[in-house]
T-cell receptor, first 112, second 116 residues
Framework: NAGVTQTPKFQVLKTGQSMTLQCAQD?????MYWYRQDPGMGLRLIYY???????DKGEVPNGYNVSRLNKREFSLRLESAAPSQTSVYFC???????????FGPGTRLLVL | AQKVTQAQTEISVVEKEDVTLDCVYE???????LFWYKQPPSGELVFLIR??????QNEISGRYSWNFQKSTSSFNFTITASQVVDSAVYFC?????????????FGSGTQLTVLP
């Protein structure tokens, strides 16, 4: 099992460009999450999906949209990238009942 | 709202020393879960332990041990006989029970450096 995979690993964007970060999990988990990690601030939740077909905002949702494509895949879209969105983005999944979240390797995004 | 505080931003020890990483949390729920994650220099987040609020027993796993005290809202992590490979950022996190998706609130992390 690959666990949680994310693509791309690294991306450079210009201000105003759009892009989609992809996430997939093969653990048959119901819940999936997107976090961003900034220096000195730990991880902050952007959006989550409790189950296929549902999505909810987290702590810092502005400037992002998500799609739960199916049980395996959860994508994060930046419609018009801004320098403030320069960060490392982590996707995670969990078996909702147990609550332990398992993380992907992260995507490093630089917005110029 | 829930909150996790890791007051130690950086800790540096010499190999074989014991080191304790502090974690203090705030929550209004009576049922909650606490976690520790490790982030080595390679950047991935590695799950270490989960503890629920009803279980205050301390836990030991090899060189790692965890001390959960509800009375002080703390969930501290001790590494015994530290090794260079323990160098990483360690995050404490909290989630509240209820609902089908557990939202994690992370502390800001403690950078541990173990010197040879």
């Amino acid at each position: 099992n690959a666990g949680v995979t994310q693509t791309p690993k690294f991306q450079v964007l210009k201000t105003g460009q759009s892009m989609t970060l992809q996430c997939a999990q093969d653990m048959n988990h119901n819940s999936m999450y997107w976090y961003r990690q900034d220096p000195g601030m730990g991880l902050r939740l952007i959006y989550y999906s409790a189950s296929e077909g549902t999505t909810d905002k987290g702590e810092v949702p502005n400037g992002y949209n998500v799609s739960r494509l199916n049980k395996r895949e959860f994508s994060l879209r930046l419609e018009s990238a801004a320098p403030s969105q320069t960060s490392v983005y982590f996707c995670a999944s969990s078996d909702g009942e147990l609550g332990t979240q398992y993380f992907g390797p992260g995507t490093r995004l630089l917005v110029l | 709202a829930q909150k996790v505080t890791q007051a130690q931003t950086e800790i540096s020890v010499v190999e074989k020393e014991d080191v304790t990483l502090d974690c203090v949390y705030e929550t209004r729920d009576t049922t909650y879960y606490l976690f520790w994650y490790k982030q080595p220099p390679s950047g991935e987040l590695v799950f270490l332990i989960r503890r629920n609020s009803f279980d205050e027993q301390n836990e030991i796993s090899g060189r790692y041990s965890w001390n959960f005290q509800k009375s002080t809202s703390s969930f501290n992590f001790t590494i015994t006989a530290s090794q260079v490979v323990d160098s990483a950022v360690y995050f404490c996190a909290l989630s509240e029970a209820g609902g089908s998706a557990r939202q994690l609130t992370f502390g800001s992390g403690t950078q541990l450096t173990v010197l040879p």
